[in-house]
């Protein structure tokens, strides 16, 4: 079965875009779906959320700069089913290095195609940093379907509207004409305030076929879990948290039909 790539992806930071690259990974991977996720992020969050240590070259740089293979970055969790390949803070140099090299907005496609190719995973996922550069452009460049995490504030949908134009400008440009939006995560939706509806409502009135019905909510739980160097799910099993990412991933299961 072909492997399918998400991106996870918003040029703002703090709205739960590796949290939920983190937890939705570990729920899919609970479902015996190969899933590989990939931490492009040079601060490596995801890395340290899933209890990888951070480990001078084994991050995607070497492999962007045409220097050995993405499959060796491949690195084993605690988690049966979900690799990871971390990140390191050399990426940031990628930035800068990216933008002098010939096809620079393809590079990682090139790099994931013997992991596809491999046929050892179902899905990727790769989580992005919290700005629209050259490695958040790269992973649009190389997905499938974009996801993006929206926090339930007002400003966020204006975020919500550059992002969309971007996933326009590179289909228009033919760097990745079959890429999709596939779906907006409403997070750190906080039950007592009437923002949040509105802020879901809102979105759900221009992009109807596109939300979640699965909003993750506002807990101290999911915001702890990643100090511990774990998952929601091994962290706090039975926490809002957990039940809302198990949920999340069921619907992308029968959305992308990623089972059978």
Do not use: W
């Not at 899919?28 to 990888?52: C, E, F, R």
């Not at 620079?104 to 596809?116: C, F, K, N, Q, T």
């Not at 504030?153 to 134009?165: D, N, S, T, V």
């Amino acid at each position: 079965m072909a492997t399918t790539v998400f991106t996870i992806a918003n040029q703002k930071g703090g709205v739960g875009k590796t949290t939920t690259a983190v937890n939705l990974a570990a729920a899919l991977a609970d479902k015996k779906i190969h899933t590989l996720l990939i931490d492009l992020d040079p601060q490596a969050n995801a890395t340290s959320a899933i209890g990888v240590e951070k480990q001078e070259g084994r991050s995607l740089y070497g492999p962007l700069r045409g220097e050995g293979s993405a499959l060796s970055m491949i690195t084993p969790t605690s988690y049966e089913h979900l690799a990871l390949i971390p990140s390191e803070e050399d990426l940031a140099a990628a930035e800068i290095e990216l933008a002098q090299t010939e096809n620079y907005l393809a590079r990682l496609r090139g790099v994931l195609e013997p992991i596809r190719a491999s046929g050892g995973f179902r899905v990727i996922i790769i989580d992005c940093p919290p700005a629209l550069g050259m490695l958040s452009m790269n992973s649009l460049a190389a997905a499938d379907f974009l996801l993006i995490t929206l926090q339930c504030e007002y400003l966020a949908l204006e975020g919500l509207g550059q992002i969309l134009r971007n996933v326009e400008r590179l289909k228009t440009a033919h760097i990745n004409d079959s890429l999709e939006l596939g779906g907006v995560v409403m997070t750190m939706f906080d039950t007592r305030t009437n923002l949040s509806r509105q802020v879901v409502d809102e979105v759900k009135k221009h992009l109807p076929d596109k939300i979640f019905n699965t909003v993750i909510p506002r807990t101290v739980r999911l915001s702890e879990a990643p100090s511990f160097g774990k998952t929601i799910f091994a962290y706090d099993a039975a926490s809002p948290g957990a039940t809302a990412y198990r949920n999340l991933a069921k619907e992308v299961i029968e959305r992308f039909k990623l089972l059978g």
